[in-house]
């Protein structure tokens, strides 16, 4: 499973990068205002940091509005996935683009139908979005299994791409799953590595070991 960083925070995205953490990035226009940078400045900067796919989001609401955009957006960099809201609109404009070699990732994604939609409309990425549906007494892990089934059942090669991730108990549901991408933020993907075993079963092997009076180097 690929692990996708949604932030556009450039030093958290570089720190997770070099760790091998960050398969791409998502942003969308909560988090460019979150980052207080220029959409097209910062996109860039991000684009130059990873080598997989960085999603920008555009901010029309119209077809036409939301294609000239997308084609801007993928003029920064040849990794940019346009992201697109799963709207009529959003559709048309995740036709057009992709047919046009684009990479899309359909956002705000909330039932399996409006997922069935996207993939007929040839997204790269659609992503539905758990902690939302969470948020709302609905399980979001539900909407993950029933479009892996969907998509199965047709062959629909749509990569699905959980979003609204809240926890580590999302990102290992989401595996077993097998969603094909998470996005997370940085603090969700670095809480993957605790456990309060290894923070007692270390905290007993340094009693032990300084009771050797030992060292290594
Ligand atoms: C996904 O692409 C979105 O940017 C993001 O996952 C939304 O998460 P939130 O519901 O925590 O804002």
Known sequence: MKFFVDTADVEAIRDLNDLGMADGVT??????????????????????????????EV??????????????????????????PLTWDGLKTCKVLTGEGH??????CFS????LL??????????????????????????????R??????????????????????????AMIGADVVTAPPAVIKSLANHVLTDKGLDQFMQDWAKTGQTIL
């Open 59 to 84: 901010v029309a609401l119209t077809a036409d509005e939301m294609i000239a955009e997308g084609r801007k957006l993928a003029e920064i960099a040849p990794n940019i996935a346009v992201k697109v």
């Open 27 to 56: 942003t969308n226009p909560s988090l460019i205002l979150k980052s207080g940078r220029d959409i097209l400045e910062v996109t860039k900067e991000i684009c130059g940091i990873v080598s997989g796919p960085v999603s920008a």
């Open 103 to 108: 990479m899309v990732n359909v956002t705000l």
């Open 118 to 147: 996207a993939a007929k409309a040839g997204a790269t990425f659609i992503s539905p979005f758990i902690g939302r549906l969470d948020d709302i007494n609905l399980d979001g892990l539900d909407l993950i299994s029933d479009i």
């Open 112 to 115: 399996a139908n409006q997922a």
């Open 149 to 174: 089934t969907i998509y199965d059942n047709y062959g629909f090669d749509t990569q699905i791409l959980a979003a609204s991730i809240r926890t580590a108990n999302h990102v290992a549901q989401c």
